[in-house]
């Protein structure tokens, strides 16, 4: 299991950490400068999915992370979502599914919000769900070992519940 608390990093992203809770699978906090970037790749990071909006980023951070990930020859895809907001079923499916190919693909991925702890852990529990087939409560809990930070709030618990109990119906 890999984890980060390192000084040759910023000091949000030492505090908050990065953990591997799947195979390819990193989720973790922002990364607000070059050092974090390196740090990622590092860990052989070669595809970022960045769950913050713009006004989480401290100023000038989110210009200087850009610049040191296309340094890096590391890509992000971006999908605002709001800070202790709700999970939205199509945004679950959209992302669970774009990583998950991702990982098929072999790259290794690092996923982020703020924190690493609500909405990434959120999505990192259905992307579990989704590639070992488990119940959602158990791909939390699989989460959680390895990051114990992970908790999501319990509307975004129940979000990933509806949404999983959707696409289940669906099948």
Not at 104 to 130: F, K, N, T
Not at 139 to 146: I, K
Request: contains cysteine; negative net charge; hydrophobic residues 40%.
């Amino acid at each position: 299991m890999l984890t980060c608390h390192d000084s040759r990093v910023s000091r949000w992203f030492s505090t908050y950490g990065l953990a591997e809770v799947a195979d390819r699978l990193l989720v973790g906090a922002l990364p607000s400068d070059a050092a974090d970037v390196r740090r990622l790749s590092m860990f052989g990071v070669t595809r970022i999915l960045n769950l913050v909006d713009d006004s989480e980023y401290q100023r000038g951070d989110r210009a200087k992370v850009a610049t040191a990930l296309e340094d890096a020859g590391i890509a992000e895809y971006r999908v605002n979502t709001v800070d202790y907001g709700g999970l939205e079923a199509s945004m679950l499916d959209d992302t669970t599914a774009m990583i998950s190919d991702w990982m098929d693909d072999g790259e290794i991925v690092y996923l982020h919000c703020r924190a690493g702890w609500q909405r990434s852990a959120a999505v990192a529990a259905g992307v579990v769900a989704l590639r070992d087939n488990l119940d959602i409560d158990e791909a939390l809990y699989r989460v959680s070992l390895r990051k114990p930070s992970a908790d999501p709030l319990p509307h975004q618990r129940e979000d990933l519940r509806r949404w999983w109990s959707l696409r289940r119906a669906h099948l």
